[in-house]
Nanobody
Framework: QEQLVESGGGLVQVGGSLRLSCAAS????????MGWYRQAPGKQRELVAG???????NYADSVKGRFTISRDNAKNTVYLQMNSLKPEDTAVYYC??????????????WGRGTQVTVSS
């Protein structure tokens, strides 16, 4: 069964760093796009960063210069390095992947989320 498993969340002080990881598993032929979204209490889920299979990147304006997304295609894994964290970065972070299955079908998958809390 296909799934995305996130790790690396936690509690950190203002200005600190965290690295999130998300590994995809299952009957995967390739992964087109991978990304990280976040949802803070009372707010809508928003895109934090995305990366395509050819390495194209996009970031939310609020994290540019502080967060870096990368991926290891051999491991079907995407990472999010978060530096200079701010209290407003506090949210549940979700991994997302657009996967081409071995069946030839595309599926969009979400991880269960990992909590990131930045304390001041």
């Amino acid at each position: 069964q296909e799934q995305l498993v996130e790790s690396g969340g936690g509690l950190v002080q203002v200005g600190g760093s965290l690295r999130l990881s998300c590994a995809a598993s299952g009957s995967i032929f390739s992964i087109n796009r991978m990304g990280w979204y976040r949802q803070a209490p009372g707010k809508q889920r928003e895109l934090v960063a995305g990366i395509t299979s050819d390495g194209s990147l996009n970031y939310a304006d609020s994290v540019k210069g502080r967060f870096t997304i990368s991926r290891d295609n051999a491991k079907n894994t995407v990472y999010l390095q978060m530096n200079s964290l701010k209290p407003e970065d506090t949210a549940v972070y979700y991994c997302n992947a657009l996967v081409l299955m071995t069946s030839g079908k595309y599926n969009n998958y979400w991880g269960r989320g990992t909590q990131v809390t930045v304390s001041s």
